[in-house]
């Protein structure tokens, strides 16, 4: 079984930055993107930024500049790390793997617990 378990968030003021790491476990055959995707009170899950099996990645146009997401094949490890933080970033944020846990399969997304992340003004 894929899991996915992220780390890193905690309370920090505005201006500040902060990393979370997501750690990937379990077997899976192939993986198309990995991301990050945060949902805050009342508002939708929101793509934060993604990153191919390539090395491609794309990031929403509010925290383009300010974030960057990096991975670590060697320790199925994918990053966000978070720079100038503002009040807005506040939310739950999620890491994600597409992939297909075996040839042949349908790709799946799979999601991790959540880490909170709150930035006060």
């Known amino acids: 079984q894929v899991q996915l378990v992220e780390s890193g968030g905690g309370l920090v003021q505005a201006g500040g930055s902060l990393r979370l790491p997501c750690a990937r476990s379990?077997?899976?055959?192939?993986?198309?993107?990995m991301g990050w995707y945060r949902q805050a009170p009342g508002k939708q899950r929101e793509l934060v930024a993604t990153?191919?099996?390539?090395?491609?990645?794309n990031y929403a146009g509010s925290v383009k500049g300010r974030f960057t997401i990096s991975r670590d094949n060697a320790k199925n490890t994918v990053y966000l790390q978070m720079n100038t933080l503002k009040p807005e970033d506040t939310a739950v944020y999620y890491c994600?793997?597409?992939?297909?846990?075996?040839?042949?399969?349908?790709?799946?997304?799979?999601w991790g617990q959540g880490t909170q992340v709150t930035v006060s003004s």
């Open positions: 994600n793997l597409r992939g297909r846990r075996f040839p042949g399969s349908n790709e799946y997304d799979y």
């Open positions: 379990g077997i899976i055959s192939s993986i198309n993107a």
């Open positions: 990153i191919t099996s390539g090395g491609i990645t």
